[in-house]
């Protein structure tokens, strides 16, 4: 982990180089023209330059060492410049991956100390045109070159798709099939047999490479298998899967805030029906301020996650998928919502926002589909659940409730809400066998996130409150505002649980007429109804907060 001073200095480095270097009009004209500015990305990775890669790379092999929150931190600023220019540093951070966790140290200290002195662009090169969600169905192969009894080399055979830095990468960390089973390897450009495509034709971060590999008879010698034992590639890359996800929810967060930080100022200078879109409720109060809920929602969550990740608990690999889920969701509703906000304008490319919202939306499909999301939260959950005999969400919802008691206000006795009916629907699903289908089981994965954000998001509400806030944390909103946050996003994931665990429930047939009414009253459905009052009036007081209009001294409780 660095000093939080370095880290400061480190992201005012970056704001101040992508003001100079990438400004919105140099953006647009490299959207237009789909092309990756390589001439920045080396810059930004060149340790004479930005050399932002050092961040990521331990202190040992000549990096910063940054942990989980440093990184996410930084990622966030990346994307609130450019998402398709972060995804070329996110792919040398991920192509990098397999050989920090899982490298001899011979081979870490090559390639780290490489990365960190020479500035060197890696891509990593998993998905295949057959094999996306499911690596299983890999086909690539590398087949063992022996002399004699011993394994010399390599020969490896196939295609990689979509693969970012593609076309532009220096070296390529390679998933493909051994006779022990999946296994990373390292290819250097230039390799004989090894080819890419043009880059592809995309809907957003244009400014990324994106290309398809091909593998025929490309050599290795047997020192590029990563780690040195086959068989090992999957759980190389499951061990990183928290981590590295935390860079995608930065990008959601900080896509989906550039697209909000350009809707607030452009509703106070549109004037329409005599005043400013800014103060119309009906503006606010649905197309920035509920997007702002989600967004520090999903950051609460990161940054909880991030923390225990740089406290060693682990790749941490289902709140990994929470909060890559709930952020870059978030981020793609409010760059969509920005749209909106802008009317006509928002929809030119002179403003922006279109930009960001096609940029973002690769958020929710690169790093694991949101489906894909669902289902790692959901199956990970299920077994809590059932372990701890239907417990576990009521134990976590006693755990917001004695917050309460202490920090009254912050939203946590109406996340506790959410978390006590979340309990109940997971096990009515339990009793009636709901989980077989899949479409119930993913549901539930969005539930779960919904309240387990909440439950984040009140935490730190109460961190702020009693001023135990970790210091590299993100300071936008007081203890105040933050407070008025949570409660607006603990209603509404009350009654999402509520009444979407209803809907799935009783759609699936998991409850009878006679057993209705006694399921409705275990949610607790009139308590999360009453919870509700105070909603317009705590996004009254956000909307003040993000336009500057709000009154000091405001009460924390509501
Ligand atoms: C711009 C871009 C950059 C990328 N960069 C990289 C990179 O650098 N390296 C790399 O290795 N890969 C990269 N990818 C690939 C990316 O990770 C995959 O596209 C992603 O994992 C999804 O795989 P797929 O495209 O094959 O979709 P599929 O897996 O075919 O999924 C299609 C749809 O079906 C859903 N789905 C899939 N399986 C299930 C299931 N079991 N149940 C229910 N629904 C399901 C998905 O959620 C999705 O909505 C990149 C992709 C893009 C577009």
Redesign the pocket.
Known sequence: MIASKTLKLSLKSLKDFAKKRLPDEVLRDLDERDECPLDVVHDMCSPEKLGIQLLFIPEEFGGLGGGAFDVYCVCEEMARVDLGVA?AVL?TF?GSDPITVGATPQQKKTWLTRIANEGLLF?????EPEA???LGALRTTADPVREGDRVVGYKINGN??????GGVADAYTVLANTPGGPSWFIVEKGAKGFTHDEP?D?HG?RL?N?AALAFNDVYVDADRLVGGVEGQGLNQAQAVFGYTRLMVVAFGLGAGWAALDRAIPYSTKRIQAGAPLSQKQGYTHKLIVPHVAHLEAARAYIEETAERIDAGEGSLNTEGAIAKYMATEAGNAAAEASIQALGGYGYTHEYMVEKISRDVR?TT????????ME?TISRDRWQSHLKTRGQHYHERARELEALHARQRGVGADIAALALHALAEIMEKARVARLTRY?HIL?RLGELIAYAECAGSLSRRAALVAEGKLNEKANRRFDATALAALSRIFSREAALKVTEDGLRWVVGAGGISDAEMTGFEASLGLPAIHRAQSGLIADMDYIADVLYGRAAKGRELAA
Request: charged share 20%; hydrophobic share 35%; no cysteine.
């Open positions: 995804t792919a991920l891509a990593y090169g998993a998905t996306g969600s499911d990689k798709q979509w693969i970012s830095n592809e995309k971060i990324s994106t690769i499909i690169y790093e694991g589909t949101s489906e894909i289902m899949q993913l």
